[in-house]
């Protein structure tokens, strides 16, 4: 079984660029969401991916946008990055429909942004 | 709108003293908590839910919704106990959570 895994590990852009993140999900799920998580804080829900459509939104402007593909794994995209979008972005995958619901979380990407 | 708070960002215990981290919550509905775990270089990982009313590692928490209050409790912390602890509540539904903002708890010799 392999785990959730997520590139790039690491990636540095300008204030007003774009960046796509990836996130490969666990074997055997259908379920990805992703959190951003500034220094010194929790994470915070951006939005989750089930079936290849979006399944809920938290407070995160339209400039944040995903997608999800056959295979279940899943993008996330950033544009017109602001200073403050430097954080580290997680993803988690999760089978929908299974008694527990376990999220399981990827090791994340950190994103600076100068 | 829901919220989750850890009122202490850092604790610190000697090895065999009990250790109780606290989350209190803010939810309108029938609220699912979790605790997470994040040890050194390790990602994110479920520690409890309280749907399951489990002891993992030790570690158990209760829900008490008088209190709005989901405290993380171990009654002789040990040094591997060491980590960042995150809770959470999945009011959005199930993979959406709203997280505290973590207490690293240090268990020392």
């Known amino acids: 079984e392999t785990g959730v895994t997520q590139s790039p590990t690491h990636l540095i852009k300008t204030r007003g660029q774009q960046v796509t993140l990836r996130c490969s999900s666990q074997s055997g799920h259908n379920t990805v969401s992703w959190y951003q998580q500034a220094l010194g804080q929790g994470p915070q829900f951006i939005f989750q991916y089930y079936r290849e459509e979006e399944n809920g939104r938290g407070n995160f402007p339209p400039r944040f946008s995903g997608l999800q593909f056959p295979n279940y794994s899943s993008e996330l995209n950033v544009n017109a990055l602001e200073l403050d979008d430097s954080a580290l972005y997680l993803c988690?995958?999760?089978?929908?429909?299974?008694?527990?619901?376990?999220?399981?979380f990827g090791p994340g990407t950190r994103l600076t942004v100068l | 709108a829901q919220r989750v708070t850890q009122p202490e960002k850092l604790l610190s215990v000697f090895k065999g003293a009990p250790v109780e981290l606290k989350c209190n919550y803010s939810?309108?509905?029938?609220?699912?908590l979790f605790w997470y775990v994040q040890y050194s270089r390790q990602r994110l990982q479920l520690l409890l839910r309280?749907?399951s009313r489990e002891s993992i590692k030790g570690f158990t928490a209760d829900l008490n919704k008088g209190e709005t209050s989901f405290h993380l409790k171990k009654p002789f912390a040990q040094e591997e106990d060491s980590a960042m602890y995150y809770c959470a509540l999945a009011g959005l539904g199930a993979g959406k959570s709203t997280f505290g903002d973590g207490t690293t708890l240090t268990v020392k010799p």
């Open positions: 309280h749907i």
């Open positions: 988690a995958s999760s089978s929908a429909g299974a008694p527990d619901n376990e999220q399981f």
């Open positions: 939810y309108s509905g029938s609220p699912e």
